[in-house]
């Protein structure tokens, strides 16, 4: 196997652990790299605003989850990773009965910080939502006394 073909997989082994709160909202990974995460979400009427259309928090529940899985592909074993900031910038509406595609590819890779753009798009292809993520590399530790 080749050194791409040993990341590809390690890729999709970390890709598919995927939270609890990404199985209850309905997130489906499509596609999982180094480079590039695709996910998408079925906006339903559980998902949507007072407005029919897409919650911004979902929307948010959404990017969240696919920056911290392309970032989890990205870390070293022992390590792991959290939010520190995600800036949006609402486009357009994605009504009920429409599906949400998170495309997230890199801006930096660094050894303590990744950053990442999330595009957010309709069915339609058009772009709903902007997001720009970073993301902080940690050492895990478990607390003192438990």
């Not at 596609?31 to 979902?58: D, F, K």
Request: proline share 5%; charged share 20%.
């Amino acid at each position: 196997m080749t050194q791409d073909a040993e990341d590809q997989d390690l890729a999709g082994q970390v890709a598919r652990h995927q939270p609890e709160f990404a199985r209850y909202l309905g997130i489906a990974l499509i596609e999982a790299t180094p480079r590039r995460v695709v996910m998408e979400l079925p906006v339903t009427e559980a998902l949507s605003n007072r407005n029919g259309v897409m919650h911004g928090g979902a929307i948010l529940g959404l990017t969240d989850n696919a920056g911290g899985t392309a970032s989890s592909i990205n870390l070293n074993p022992g390590q792991n990773t959290v939010t520190l900031e995600s800036k949006v910038n609402f486009l357009r509406p994605i009504r009920i009965g429409d599906v949400a595609r998170a495309t997230v590819t890199p801006i930096h890779i660094g050894n303590t910080t990744q950053i990442w753009q999330i595009a957010v798009t309709r069915l339609d292809g058009k772009l709903a939502a902007q997001v720009t993520q970073t993301q902080m590399t940690i050492e895990w530790k478990e607390p003192a006394g438990g």
